[in-house]
């Protein structure tokens, strides 16, 4: 089962931040946290990941709570092109290390 | 960023027949591939992992004799859904991660339908 939980959908106006939550209350220490979003009829795609500290890349920044048990994806300029699921996952990097998904959030950009 | 083929994109087949999915990492090698497949507006079902060399590990539910996995080199990892019905219609996905065991890249799935 997925370790995750995340809100089913969310609108966002074009060129707005968008601020996609995620909960994992039961994450382990050596977990990290990834995001990956997929665009109908497409394979997903990665966005960024990381262990306790904050991220940023070109793509997006990650948020993490001190506790680990939360974390938030920060698109900062959503254009329409980010309409897409987000998917939030955690995930060991050595040991059982399946990617299970959850049901993501349906994130439309609106103009 | 790294690239997974898959091949095909789409297929149609008649009922009973087999089709054979391919996936490939192209740029770098693929200790282990991961397959999933997904119903419209649901998330990605894990189906199986297969490590090269070595017999896939299929998730619970999933029949190994009706999903057969091959992954025969660092490269290259095949899908073969055998025998197919009305009801294994689905987007199929592959993806694979490499020795970092850090990242894991997908292909574009492969739709299925099977009239």
């Known amino acids: 089962d997925a370790k995750t939980t995340q809100p089913p959908s969310m609108d966002c106006a074009e060129g707005r931040a968008a601020n996609l939550p995620c909960n994992h209350s039961t994450i382990s220490g050596n977990e990290y946290v990834y995001w990956y979003r997929q665009i109908h009829s497409q394979g997903p795609q990665y966005i960024i990941h990381?262990?306790?500290n904050n991220e940023t890349n070109e793509m997006a920044s990650l948020i993490i709570t001190e506790d680990r048990k939360s974390s938030t994806l920060i698109l900062p300029h959503a254009t329409l092109r980010d309409t897409a699921v987000y998917y939030c996952?955690?995930?060991?990097?050595?040991?059982?290390?399946?990617?299970?998904f959850g049901t993501g959030t349906r994130l439309k950009v609106l103009a | 960023g790294a690239v997974v083929s898959q091949h095909p994109s789409w297929v149609i087949c008649k009922s009973g027949t087999s089709v054979k999915i391919e996936c490939r990492s192209l740029?770098?090698?693929?200790?282990?591939m991961f397959w999933y497949r997904q119903f419209p507006k649901q998330s990605l079902m894990l189906m199986a992992t297969s490590n090269e060399g070595s017999k896939a590990t299929y998730e619970q539910g999933v029949e190994k004799d009706k999903f057969l996995i091959n992954h025969a080199s660092l490269t290259l990892s095949t899908l073969t859904v055998t025998s197919a019905h009305p009801e294994d219609s689905s987007f199929y996905i592959c993806?694979?991660?490499?020795?970092?065991?850090?990242?894991?890249?997908f292909g574009s799935g492969t739709q299925l339908s099977v009239l």
């Open positions: 740029d770098f090698q693929a200790t282990t």
């Open positions: 990381g262990l306790k």
């Open positions: 993806s694979a991660i490499g020795h970092t065991n850090e990242k894991l890249f």
């Open positions: 996952i955690v995930r060991a990097t050595s040991g059982t290390y399946k990617y299970i």
